[in-house]
T-cell receptor, first 115, second 114 residues
Framework: AQSVTQLGSHVSVSEGALVLLRCNYSSSVPPYLFWYVQYPNQGLQLLLKYTSAATLVKGINGFEAEFKKSETSFHLTKPSAHMSDAAEYFCAVTLVTGANSKLTFGKGITLSVRP | KAGVTQTPRYLIKTRGQQVTLSCSPISGHRSVSWYQQTPGQGLQFLFEYFSETQRNKGNFPGRFSGRQFSNSRSEMNVSTLELGDSALYLC?????????????FGPGTRLTVL
């Protein structure tokens, strides 16, 4: 079975500061990993995904994440936070070998951006 | 291309009632998955349908059921509602069932059980 751990439930940064949201996964087989963002009263939007190609993945809105197998991590970063980045962020995992699309999500992290 | 649509967006029911939620996937997508989102449990997988067949099911009681129609539209039903069923129910569609297929999420249906 696969699982995702997102440490902490809330991160607060100043506008222009580095954003770092942590995600660690557990999987018995190679995983696909995803980061989703959810704005209030909306569904989930895919930020980026790792599907066993390049370990450094670039996504939308200036976000990127690096897959580190040795650390079982897939942390999300953005060099400079913008007020519009305030939202809830979810890391998710699914199995490469799975003939299904089931996503297992972390608990989510709320990102606040201070002016 | 229109995104995933879910109806209704908001719903208020009382305990013991039943409810049906609807999801229309992106045109051409044949796989539909449902998730429940609550503050306490986070996002949990309910079930997945492909070509009118349930392919995968999460750990929810039998009160939760779903189906998919030939046009790929999907419905989920919850019978004998309990207070704990209050949640945001999200539907996601993808081209196929494989894990590399990106899932596109709808805005959700907010269900409140009184």
């Amino acid at each position: 079975a696969q699982s995702v751990t997102q440490l902490g439930s809330h991160v607060s940064v100043s506008e222009g500061a580095l954003v770092l949201l942590r995600c660690n996964y557990s999987s018995s087989v190679p995983p696909y990993l995803f980061w989703y963002v959810q704005y209030p009263n909306q569904g989930l939007q895919l930020l980026l995904k790792y599907t066993s190609a390049a370990t450094l993945v670039k996504g939308i809105n200036g976000f990127e994440a690096e897959f580190k197998k040795s650390e079982t991590s897939f942390h999300l970063t953005k060099p400079s936070a913008h007020m519009s980045d305030a939202a809830e962020y979810f890391c998710a995992v699914t199995l490469v070998t799975g003939a299904n699309s089931k996503l297992t999500f972390g608990k989510g992290i709320t990102l606040s951006v201070r002016p | 291309k229109a995104g995933v649509t879910q109806t209704p967006r908001y719903l208020i029911k009382t305990r013991g009632q039943q409810v049906t939620l609807s999801c229309s996937p992106i045109s051409g997508h044949r796989s539909v998955s449902w998730y429940q989102q609550t503050p306490g449990q986070g996002l949990q997988f309910l079930f997945e349908y492909f070509s009118e067949t349930q392919r995968n099911k999460g750990n929810f009681p039998g009160r939760f059921s779903g189906r998919q129609f030939s046009n790929s539209r999907s419905e989920m039903n919850v019978s004998t509602l309990e207070l704990g069923d209050s949640a945001l129910y999200l539907c996601a569609s993808s081209l196929g069932v494989h894990s590399y297929n990106e899932q596109f999420f709808g805005p959700g249906t907010r269900l409140t059980v009184l």
